[in-house]
């Protein structure tokens, strides 16, 4: 009686164990159908695609994880990498992104577009893993009105762009710490004479510590220029006019 009492506990047993494996398949396919449906809904708000890089996300025939620019999980069967930069695409980003609970690395550039906002005061694209360089328009076209830029915490690449066009004229607040820029400060920095807040810490910008540029700006307040690979002048004896910034 023992016997056939524990070869049946054992079927019960290993029936659970499929009824479990089922269940959870479904709740997994079901997260996956739900990160599908979210990339749909942001593919709907791609209005150019020059490079035809989204036509895999048309195919009925290929896995979503197969998709141009998808990375899956395969352990979680969820969607953690969307990485859509250099590729030129326009349009809007959707909310619909926000459904990609499981998404670790989101890759997309700035467009130029943004720089023909002429009217833009604030913009804070900060902590978005956004790569690619920064587009010259968005420091130039719109530079009169602009008064706060956060780029800070991305991946972007490249030098500051300016030109002998970009004023930035009304600016107050730029960060763009914790990227990997390279090159030196651009001297027109020295025409954003309301400048309070420079932060371009932890890049990899080199050259002279600003300090000619750093002069002209006469409501400084805050100045971060740590973690990069400036050398000193005067062999740090006379870090005029870092050491008035309160």
Known sequence: MGYYYSKFSMYNFFFLIMVFSMVLGQKNEQKLSNDRDSLVSFMSGIVSDP????????????????????????????????????????????????????????????????????????LDLGSNNLSGAIPLPLFCNCS???????????????EIPMDDHCELSGLKFLLLWSNELVG??????????????????????SGELPSDIVSKMPKLQFLYL?????????????????????
């Open 184 to 205: 030196k400060v651009p001297r027109l920095f020295s025409n954003s004479t309301k400048l309070e807040w420079l932060d371009l810490e932890s890049n990899s910008l």
């Open 144 to 158: 009169a009105s602009l008064q706060y830029m956060d780029l800070s915490n991305n991946s972007l690449r490249g």
């Open 51 to 122: 490079h035809h890089v989204l036509e895999s996300w048309n195919s009925s025939n290929i896995h979503l994880c197969n998709w141009t620019g998808i990375g899956c999980d395969k352990k979680l069967n969820r969607v953690v990498e969307l990485d859509l930069s250099h590729h030129s695409l326009r349009g809007m980003i959707s909310p619909s992104l926000s459904g990609l609970s499981s998404l670790q690395i989101l890759d997309l550039e700035i467009p130029n577009e943004l720089g023909f906002l002429h009217e833009l005061k604030y």
């Open 226 to 246: 740590s973690y990069n690979n400036f050398v000193s002048h005067s062999d740090n004896t006379d870090l005029t006019p870092f050491g008035v910034l309160s």
